[in-house]
């Protein structure tokens, strides 16, 4: 069974852009969650997506944002591009989430270096 | 709101040694309690979990957790350190409103031979 696919692995990015990061979770998962993780904030939730509705969502600005699509794909997009953007972002996927106790599976993840 | 507290952003043992991480929790609901391992260039992969029952909590790879309420803690054990263990590992907490993962700080595992 494939495991969960974050596409590109690397981008490179200037201030004021924007972004696109894709996940595809395992097949028959339909909860995606995005986490961005950086040296000096560590590890921060952004979002979680089950059945195309966004179910939590972290303490981020309004650039940062996501959705999910019906084959439980899901894409994160960053606008406005700032340096501390510059980070690893790691998505998850699980079951059916909604309940705190379920494995999550990562992603290797997407890093983003903002110039 | 939930916190986690790992002490020690950086634990050196030596190959054969017992590894001990350290993790300490708040939550104001029973929490369900996570440690998950990352290496390099890698996602994060769970090594074990704790939701409900027995505290003492066993995983991959040889490791174990307690839970210890009265302490708010879920340390992180492995009675004999293996080269291969060297990676960072983070505690998490959550509650039971979905996936919503809060991580303490990381703690990066060396292991000598």
């Known amino acids: 069974k494939a495991g969960v696919t974050q596409t590109p692995r690397y981008l490179i990015k200037t201030r004021g852009q924007q972004v696109t990061l894709s996940c595809s979770p395992i097949s028959g998962h339909r909860s995606v969650s995005w986490y961005q993780q950086t040296p000096g904030q560590g590890l921060q939730f952004l979002f979680e997506y089950f059945s195309e509705t966004q179910r939590n969502k972290g303490n981020f600005p309004g650039r940062f944002s996501g959705r999910q699509f019906s084959n439980s794909r899901s894409e994160m997009n960053v606008s406005t591009l700032e340096l501390g953007d510059s980070a690893l972002y790691l998505c998850?996927?699980?079951?059916?989430?909604?309940?705190?106790?379920?494995?999550?599976?990562f992603g290797s993840g997407t890093q983003l270096s903002v110039l | 709101a939930q916190s986690v507290t790992q002490l020690g952003s950086h634990v050196s043992v030596s190959e054969g040694a017992l590894v001990l991480l350290r993790c300490n929790y708040s939550?104001?609901?029973?929490?369900?309690l996570f440690w998950y391992v990352q290496y390099p260039n890698q996602g994060l992969q769970l090594l074990l979990k704790y939701t409900t029952g027995a505290t003492l909590v066993k995983g991959i790879n040889g490791f174990e957790a307690e839970f210890k309420k009265s302490e708010t803690s879920f340390h992180l054990t492995k009675p004999s350190a293996h080269m291969s263990d060297a990676a960072e590992y983070f505690c998490a907490v959550s509650d039971n409103a979905g996936n919503m993962l809060t991580f303490g700080g990381g703690t990066r595992l060396m292991v000598k031979p």
């Open positions: 998850a996927s699980s079951l059916v989430g909604g309940r705190g106790s379920e494995k999550l599976f």
């Open positions: 939550s104001s609901v029973p929490p369900y």
